[in-house]
């Protein structure tokens, strides 16, 4: 527990007033960038021959020092990034995450097996569920995601992260991404460099689905989708079209739902892809 003994060498270093400052983790400049909020995505630049733990995680770091941290939907208020570094000197980095307000979104006179599938489909999903997890459960030591995260297309955002749903009352778990409306067709390009880890044409509630591995543990799918370009093990770069939009699985018109996670905790692509640029011409058309 690296924590713990830092905070006791924090500790007396206080007492005897003895680099205090290092105790903040105030000396060292790890180049931040990203949101300190929840569902955030921030990365890092770590000293030459540090070790990082975040939230007692052992930390990937790459060799020119890039590294991940993010904070989920529900993340406190507070956590600490512990180093070590070459020299042996080790402190805390106490970090912020601001709170979020998530809509509440309530639906109501939906066909109940839309809210309730029967067994049959219930194992389905779960086995779908379960490939979804697997597929992002790894932990590539190449740090495609360096380059930062752009849309993988231009839309009207018609559904946020983390907003809750309530189905004819039943509290479903929160929405995992955000959905970019966008006519049947339209390209769907790579928003950071990568490899593909799923490939699945029929999902219960996705359709045909991708799944994008950024490395350090940081994934993104796509759903929905009409046609997918690439093949699993294939290495995409940055603004290749990988696929395009469509209204597979559960969707009631053309869009995209895009989630980018990081250990399985589901992030917002919205705030790790910044402001949407401006389109020409304005995309104006209804869902
Ligand atoms: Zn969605």
Redo the contacts with the bound molecule.
């Keep these: 527990m690296p924590g713990i003994r830092v905070a006791i060498a924090c500790f007396f270093a206080a007492l005897f007033l003895y680099s205090p400052a290092l105790c903040a983790g105030g000396k060292i400049d790890f180049n931040f960038k990203g949101a300190f909020h929840q569902g955030g995505l921030v990365t890092g630049k770590a000293p030459a021959g540090s070790t990082l733990h975040f939230e007692g995680r052992a930390l990937r770091i790459s060799r020119a020092g890039a590294f991940v941290i993010a904070f989920g939907r529900n993340a406190k208020a507070d956590a600490d990034l512990a180093y070590r570094l070459a020299d042996g000197s080790e402190g805390v980095r106490h970090l912020t995450i601001a709170s979020r307000d998530f809509p509440t979104e309530k639906i109501n006179g939906l066909a109940a097996d839309k809210v309730t599938p029967d067994a049959a489909r219930m194992a389905r999903i779960r086995a779908e569920g379960a490939l979804l997890a697997k597929a992002r459960r790894g932990d590539h030591d190449e740090a495609f995601f360096v380059n930062g995260f752009s849309w993988p297309v231009l839309g009207r955002i018609s ?1 946020v992260y983390g907003s809750q749903r309530i189905l004819n009352g039943v509290r479903r778990s929160p ?1 995992s ?1 955000t ?1 970019i409306a966008a006519p049947r067709g339209t390209p769907v390009t790579a928003p950071a460099d990568g490899i593909v880890a799923l490939r699945h044409l029929d999902m219960f509630f996705t359709g045909q689905t991708l799944v994008l591995d950024h490395g350090h543990g940081l994934f993104t799918v796509y ?1 929905h989708l009409d046609r997918i370009d690439v093949g699993e093990g294939a290495r995409v770069k940055k603004g290749d079209p990988i696929a395009i939009i469509g209204a597979t699985g559960r969707a009631t018109a053309p869009h995209l ?1 895009w989630g980018i996670s990081w250990f399985g905790i589901a992030l917002d692509p919205q705030s790790a892809a910044g402001a949407m640029p401006a389109t020409t011409p304005p995309i104006t058309k209804a869902r």
């Design positions: 559904g929405h991404g959905d759903a739902h």
